[in-house]
């Protein structure tokens, strides 16, 4: 590695309480980073936009299973890639898929050029094997979690579920037409989604993959991805 200001290790060994203050700076320096390296610069020749699979990666990884980039694993990557991807990030359509392998391929080959990680040949491999069946995995409606679900539900009964305003509004409806109906068949079911709208807000309309990307316009600036980070779900559980 060489002329790199970036500590790449910096969130080993931290728990969360002392990673937190500092998770967001380390993910938008590295994706930019990333995207003026000469990996990033190829594959934005053919993807406009890169950055918010990456934040996805990094963000589940450490916040949910304690997982930083230097110390991932094959097993880890596989983790949250075909676990907690398929439970946690609503797309808004099923192709938005199509761009999640290829950008972290590009970003860990990034990783193993500039920061020497010993981990990124197998993660590599890895992720070259999952790359056919992820678009599947990903839209495969018996993976997803309850916000998940719920984001679903309301993008096919029509609502706009990227806003507090169309949750809201899914809510009414789902209260008024759907819960009656599940009530009827099944009383556990019936407040499944109970009290969902706060969280939702968060995560389920904030963890769209498409909410964090940099525009190939403005990857030399400093970019932000707040949006693309649940924030109800900050600990690990």
Known sequence: MEDTPFDIHQLDDLDYDAAEPILDDYQDTLINLFANSPEGQTYLETNPEMGAWIAQLIYYGYCYESFTLPKMTKNDVKTVVEGLFPRKVSLLSPEEAD??????????????????????????????????????????????????????????????????????????????????????????????????????????????????KVPKEKQKKTRSTKQSRTRNSAKKK
């Open 99 to 212: 761009d999640a392998i290829p950008e972290l391929m590009a970003f860990w080959q990034f990783l193993k050029r500039e920061f020497k990680l010993s981990n990124a040949g197998s993660i590599l491999t890895y992720l070259r094997q999952i790359q056919p069946k992820f678009k599947n995995i990903m839209n495969d409606s018996s993976r997803f979690g309850l916000a998940k679900s719920f984001f679903a539900m309301g993008q096919q009964a029509g609502f706009d579920m990227t806003t507090p305003e169309g949750l809201e509004k899914f809510q009414q409806f789902y209260n008024a037409n759907i819960a009656p109906k599940i009530a009827a068949q099944n009383s556990e079911s019936f407040g499944m989604f109970g009290g969902l709208l706060d969280s939702l807000a968060a995560e389920a309309g904030a963890s769209k993959a498409t909410s964090s």
